[in-house]
């Protein structure tokens, strides 16, 4: 039972790189989510997606591209890393149909991201 | 979005039922009451959620009163492991059918 899957669980990164952060999810969920969550703070929704190729912005997506080619997987890419980036990454999923808000988010371990 | 309070921390007795208030007075009368809880830097793990009645199952009770302007989750018999940061939310309706996290509650549970 692998349920949400994200790697690499760790990265040190240098201002200017990019990078993808991996999200993938076995149980056929149709909508996907991107948080960050910085430190003493709540999550924050940076993308999500309701199927796939649909996605849309949440509070906070400005450094930030999605894509949504399959219904497993979600990455998140970040062109131009930038100190502000630093944060602990959460992939999560949800299967949703009918009434929306009956339906849980289930979690990924999240990615530790470090810019400098 | 509904805006949820929450104590900033709490300390509950291993054994004991820890008890965990949420205010939620702007919710609407289609809006869910979720409860997650996150342990270290762990992903959040959900926990149960509920719109007007009380929920239980194996983890927790929910309790929501009449006006639906407050809940409190129940951890009926609280171990070291329930050592966490518990997230009420009032899930948001729209499209995306987001949950917005605010700063939870750190409940710790002591000998």
């Known amino acids: 039972n692998a349920g949400v899957t994200q790697t690499p669980k760790f990265r040190i990164l240098k201002i200017g790189q990019s990078m993808t952060l991996q999200c993938t999810q076995d149980?056929?969920?149709?909508?996907m989510y991107w948080y960050r969550q910085d430190p003493g703070m709540g999550l924050k929704l940076i993308y999500y997606?309701?199927?796939?190729?649909?996605?849309d912005k949440g509070e906070v997506p400005n450094g930030y591209n999605v894509s949504r080619s399959t219904t497993e997987d979600f990455p998140l890419r970040l062109e131009l890393a930038a100190p502000s980036q630093t944060s602990v990454y959460f992939c999560?999923?949800?299967?949703?149909?009918?009434?929306?808000?009956?339906?849980?988010?289930?979690f990924g371990n999240g990615t530790r991201l470090t810019v400098t | 979005d509904a805006k949820t309070t929450q104590p900033t921390s709490m300390d509950c007795a291993e054994g004991r039922a820890a008890n965990l208030p949420c205010n939620h007075s702007t919710i609407s009368g289609n809006e869910y009451v979720y409860w997650y809880r996150q342990i270290h830097s762990q992903g959040p793990q959900y926990i149960i959620h509920g719109l007007k009645n009380n929920e239980t199952n194996e983890m927790a009770s929910l309790i929501i009163t009449e006006d639906r302007k407050s809940s409190t989750l129940i951890l009926p018999h609280a171990t070291l492991r329930d050592t966490a940061v518990y997230y009420c939310?009032?899930?948001?309706?729209?499209?995306?059918?987001?949950?917005?996290f605010g700063t939870g509650t750190r409940l710790q549970v002591t000998l």
């Open positions: 149980m056929n969920h149709n909508y």
């Open positions: 939310i009032v899930r948001y309706t729209g499209t995306a059918s987001k949950l917005t």
């Open positions: 997606s309701v199927g796939a190729g649909i996605t």
């Open positions: 999560a999923s949800s299967q949703i149909t009918g009434v929306a808000y009956n339906s849980p988010l289930h």
